[in-house]
């Protein structure tokens, strides 16, 4: 019953840990990021720029359509592995038909999965080729 009583504590504690944290830094933050000048003013500038971290020429657009194209082409490797996975699995099945029947599945689920990345690849720019400037 202790051991109970102890990981109810600790949860409850973590938990207000957790909330004084998150109201601290919602309430403080504001406080902490006021721009003052040296003279103490807070009014702002007559011009103000941005930095882009991105580079010069390089919109939200673009940016979002090569994290998507980087993640279409982490998911084509993967299709790829299933495909080298399912061969072995048919390769080293020694004709057990289970193993057989296995390895066909991850080929079949592999092309289907292949087909959807390829289709999602050519909805995606045909998206982008729209409504990009």
Do not use: C, H
Not at 45 to 56: D, I, K, M, V
Not at 72 to 89: P, R
Not at 97 to 121: C, H, P, Q
């Amino acid at each position: 019953m202790k051991i109970q009583e102890r990981k109810r504590k600790l949860k409850n504690y973590v938990a207000f840990l957790f909330a004084f944290l998150i109201i601290g830094f919602s309430v403080g933050t504001p406080w902490f990021v006021s721009a003052t000048s040296s003279t103490g003013d807070t009014t702002p500038a007559a011009s103000t720029e941005l930095y882009n971290p991105l580079g010069s020429g390089v919109t939200l657009a673009s940016f979002i359509g090569r994290g998507i194209r980087a993640v279409i082409g982490v998911i084509g490797a993967v299709a790829l592995l299933m495909f080298i996975y399912g061969g072995i699995i048919w390769m080293t099945s020694g004709g057990s038909d289970e193993r057989v029947t296995m390895a066909k599945n991850i080929l079949k689920n592999a092309t289907i999965g292949l087909l959807l990345i390829f289709f999602s690849y050519s909805i995606i720019s045909i998206f982008f080729s729209i409504f990009a400037p």
